[in-house]
């Protein structure tokens, strides 16, 4: 027998592996996207409809276009991401539906109609606790116990407290809504832990987030350190991640404001969330 033939075999093996590995993920991808036309194909039910009505100004200030959009958007993700009430809490459609459309403000003008890690949603019929070592930045451990509102984890879980949802969703412009906090969260933690460097398309325009950003965190920080008032809440210092998400709710709910004090952060804003509320 030629020597030849069992490497051939080998080359055909691996080849043939390939195929189907790629046929796998290209049939997975394909079902995804088809699933997806059939649920953005329905209509946006009519008790979903009153939930936007009732508990979401926002929705209302919206362009039609945008409207349609973030509709989509909510009915995909609603199709898509488990709900699991904690701690006892019964989650009802009008939890879901608040949850899911205004997490969507964040995709409008997107192709992708998910967050691609997100797994599941967790409520909570109260703020929570969570007891967590947390190390300073010098170097010492702290077993710290905290209240949270919410809280976005990287493997794709999103923790929410309804009546803070709830609260959120009621005052559009206040600049304090957890729904957009934690999604923030999720589209930064697409590209690893979240360090306030969500995926922004174009080497030019990742280095001038970055420097953007930067410049705008140390200013913060030297503003805190004066004891200055400012637009944007304390929290924002706490790292560039949570700076990231607490100007993701200014930029959403207090854009004018954001704007005018903030012009280079708000059009970095603008461009990774490819919308301008300012024409809303
Ligand atoms: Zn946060």
């Known amino acids: 027998m030629s020597e030849g033939l069992p490497y051939l075999w080998l080359v055909l093996f691996v080849a043939a592996l390939v195929c189907v590995s790629a046929g796998w993920l290209w049939g997975a991808a394909w079902l995804q996207q088809w699933r997806r036309l059939r649920v953005r194909s329905q209509p946006f039910p009519r008790a979903w409809r009153e939930v936007l009505r009732q508990r979401?100004?926002?929705?209302?200030?919206?362009?039609?276009?945008?409207?349609?959009?973030?509709?989509?958007?909510?009915?995909?993700?609603?199709?898509?991401?488990?709900?699991?009430?904690?701690?006892?809490?019964?989650?009802?459609t009008e939890m879901r539906v608040l949850v899911a459309a205004q997490a969507a403000l964040l995709l409008l003008n997107r192709r992708a109609?998910?967050?691609?890690?997100?797994?599941q949603v967790l409520l909570y019929p109260e703020p929570f606790i969570v007891d967590r070592a947390q190390t300073d930045g010098h170097g010492i451990t702290d077993d710290t116990r905290r209240v949270l509102s919410g809280e976005s984890w990287q493997q794709g879980q999103v923790i929410l407290s309804w009546p803070d949802v709830l609260a959120g969703a009621a005052v559009p412009d206040d600049g304090h809504n957890v729904v957009i906090h934690e999604f923030a969260h999720q589209l930064d933690q697409e590209t690893g832990p979240a360090n306030g460097a969500p995926y922004v398309f174009g080497r030019a325009a990742r280095q001038r987030w970055a420097a953007t950003m930067s410049a705008e965190f140390d200013a913060l920080g030297q503003r805190l350190a004066r004891g200055g008032d400012g637009l944007i809440d304390a929290y924002g210092a706490t790292n560039p991640a949570e700076f990231f998400a607490v100007t993701s709710e200014l930029f959403f709910e207090r854009p004018q404001a954001l704007a005018s004090a903030h012009p280079l952060l708000f059009r970095e804003l603008s461009s990774c969330y490819r919308t301008n509320p300012l024409s809303w």
């Open 56 to 92: 979401m100004p926002a929705f209302r200030t919206l362009p039609a276009d945008l409207q349609l959009q973030l509709k989509k958007h909510a009915q995909v993700l609603l199709a898509e991401v488990p709900f699991i009430g904690c701690n006892g809490l019964v989650v009802t």
């Open 113 to 119: 109609a998910s967050f691609r890690n997100l797994r």
